[in-house]
């Protein structure tokens, strides 16, 4: 079992050689996400889980503890008896707690100086981000929030084609992420019960916080691109009334670039749907995630091409680092998990080295997290006043 009671502290971290020393809140052994963010952290072999605070049940979670490797008496019920006893082995604390738990232990580990890299979405409202950032900037601490959509090789390769230029430029993006649990029914004809957190709306209704943070970061990330303004239409069409659970939205972004959202729980025959398709007037491409391997790249000749991992041209999804089996067979969503990971730790390393807490171009924090839930702010306004809202 991994044990930390030795010499090695963190500080032997900052060569690049050994591990990273991390720890969960949240995320216990039978979690929605524990065990997902357990793997993709150690894929690359970067990373190493020594302790956590995973269930404020101490025996639920010493029990995972165990689990997953760790001795039990790492285990702890209270962030504040982790960050008490392990602050100065860790070189970050992974947040793992539903949404509306991030804020308080976020600002725990940051006042600990401790390094802290948040499931998303980062927190409820803006001025919740706000602030954290003021936090950050007073403590300049370290801040990254997992957006592992934007981990697939495929994605970051037309991240690429659209910098080069192989779009022209772009005019209109239709991205959409639906999903049916919110009306889909058990083999006994009842209601598919969600976590009781996601029955529960606040200043931005949980589904935006779900579904709606990823949307924005995949059309952020791909094109740079800034949402200036929002209308929006939002409804309670499944099992559960007292939250919204379909939002259709048309947003405009910076570069004259028009956009198509939407994300349901309420989709039947879809369990994850998200598929984005982006036009230039020059090219266009489209991307699915249940069949994340390719592309589909049409240009303004008529010509209609299938691009994979080894497909000529491709320069990002190419490289060693994804290329932990050939393609042809599939990497999955638990693969781009460990892709975005592999880029916070080279983060946290530079950070470790020189306190500098800017991020690598595959990393994202408090900038992009701000900005997502202002939008998502303008989408609640505009699905009141029934008018275009600025994203501010």
Not at 50 to 65: M, P, W
Not at 144 to 149: A, C, I, R
Request: proline share 3%; charged share 25%.
């Amino acid at each position: 079992m991994t044990d930390f009671d030795g010499n090695e502290t963190c500080a032997s971290i900052s060569d690049g050689n050994s591990k990273l020393k991390i720890a969960f809140v949240g995320g216990a052994y039978d979690s929605a996400v524990g065990r997902s963010h357990r793997i993709a952290i150690e894929m690359d072999n970067r990373f190493e889980l020594i302790a956590g605070c995973f269930s404020r049940n101490l025996e639920k979670s010493r029990d995972s503890a165990v689990k997953y490797g760790i001795a039990s008496r790492h285990a702890y019920s209270e962030l504040r008896d982790l960050i008490n006893e392990c602050a100065e082995k860790l070189d970050a604390i992974l947040v793992l707690t539903p949404q509306d738990q991030h804020f308080s232990h976020v600002m725990d580990c940051l006042n600990a100086e401790i390094p802290v890299v948040s499931e998303k979405a980062l927190v409820g409202s803006s001025a919740e981000a706000l602030e954290i950032q003021k936090l950050l900037e007073k403590k300049s601490g370290f801040l990254s929030v997992t957006y592992n959509y934007t981990g697939y090789p495929m994605v970051r390769e037309l991240k690429r084609m659209v910098e080069m230029g192989r779009l022209g430029k772009i005019q209109q993006i239709h991205i959409e992420m639906p999903q049916e649990g919110f009306s889909r029914l058990s083999p006994e004809g009842n209601p598919m019960t969600p976590q009781n957190w996601r029955l529960r709306d606040g200043v931005i209704p949980t589904l935006s916080l779900d579904l709606g943070v990823h949307l924005h970061m995949m059309v952020r990330f791909l094109t740079s691109a800034n949402p200036e303004e929002v209308v929006a239409v939002s409804s309670s069409r499944g099992n559960f009334p007292q939250v919204v659970d379909n939002i259709s939205c048309m947003a405009r972004y910076s570069g004259d670039i028009d956009c198509s959202i939407w994300y349901s729980k309420t989709a039947f025959g879809y369990r994850n749907g998200l598929r984005l398709r982006i036009f230039g007037d020059q090219g266009a491409a489209e991307w699915v995630q249940e069949n994340p391997e390719y592309i589909y790249y049409a240009d303004n000749a008529g010509g209609k091409l299938c691009l994979d991992r080894t497909s000529k041209g491709v320069q990002i999804a190419n490289q060693q680092r994804y290329q932990r089996f050939k393609a042809g067979h599939p990497a999955g969503f638990i693969e781009a998990f460990a892709n975005y990971y592999f880029d916070v730790a080279d983060s946290l390393l530079g950070y470790r080295k020189s306190k500098n807490n800017k991020l690598g171009e595959f990393t994202f924090g408090i900038d992009e997290s701000l900005e997502g839930l202002r939008m998502l702010e303008a989408i609640v306004r505009s699905t009141s006043s029934k008018k275009w809202e600025l994203v501010v």
